[in-house]
């Protein structure tokens, strides 16, 4: 292989010039090899783009469900404690608390 033919496979020559320079089917190789590499490349960057955004969303979605999770397990120990409270009037005062705490949900 000669210098021009290293120069023309692996450089950045136009597909026209390499078409000019060397026979066709040897041409045609190395512009299909060259056009793969490049959708490659850009499959790779619009897929690494979509997979990063892709993971962000996931976890702003799992930050999410830890805070209802904290949230719901609060509210059911205040039921509980309700539940095993004295009488109504304390149950009544836990309840409210646990309302004024969790105002998003009521």
């Known amino acids: 292989m000669f210098a021009t033919d290293i120069s ?16 066709i ?10 056009l793969r590499d490049e959708v490659r490349q850009e499959l790779e960057c619009e897929y690494g783009d979509r997979l990063y955004e892709a993971e962000e969303e996931a976890s702003n979605w799992e ?11 609060c509210l059911a120990k205040a039921i509980r404690e309700a539940f095993e409270s004295a ?3 304390d149950a009544k ?14």
């Open 87 to 89: 009488n109504f009037e």
């Open 63 to 73: 930050s999410r469900a830890d805070e209802n999770e904290f949230d719901a397990t």
């Open 25 to 34: 089917e040897e041409a045609s190789e190395i512009i299909k090899e060259k």
């Open 93 to 106: 005062v836990i309840l409210q608390r646990a309302m004024h705490d969790h105002k998003d949900y009521f």
């Open 8 to 23: 023309l496979k692996y450089g950045t020559h136009q597909p026209e010039t390499i078409l000019e320079t060397m026979p």
